[in-house]
């Protein structure tokens, strides 16, 4: 019951930043988290990060601590990643989704290309 679109995808070299937004609109506009997933080519979909809507609270794999910021602007129904000191092994279609108080990501966006050269 919520579409989302992920946007700021796209080609950077090695070190360098992207931010990407996703953008939720009705008519469920409250949910518990909205997260962050991304799929390399050839490796299964990966967890990245969450945030809890409500509390502000968030959540990081190890892997992109100190260099992925998630923020939420929650008048805009808007959740960003700030992609900071990008890798080639970050390289990967990123995809942001909604759990609607469920315990799972049942709502998802169709994706954005992130590449990172070397």
């Known amino acids: 019951q919520v579409q989302l679109v992920e946007s700021g995808g796209g080609l950077v070299q090695a070190g360098g930043s992207l931010r990407l937004s996703c953008t939720a609109s009705g008519p469920t506009l409250s949910w518990d988290r909205m997260g962050w997933f991304r799929q390399a080519p050839g490796k299964e979909r990966e967890f990245v990060g969450h945030i809890i809507w409500s509390s502000g609270s968030i959540y990081y794999v190890n892997s992109v601590k100190g260099r992925f910021t998630i923020s939420r602007d929650n008048a805009k129904s808007t959740m960003y990643l700030q992609m900071n000191s990008l890798k080639p092994e970050d390289t990967a279609i990123y995809y942001c989704?909604?759990?609607?108080?469920?315990?799972?990501?049942?709502?998802w966006g169709q994706g954005t290309q992130v590449t990172v050269s070397s």
């Open positions: 989704a909604v759990d609607i108080q469920s315990g799972s990501f049942d709502y």
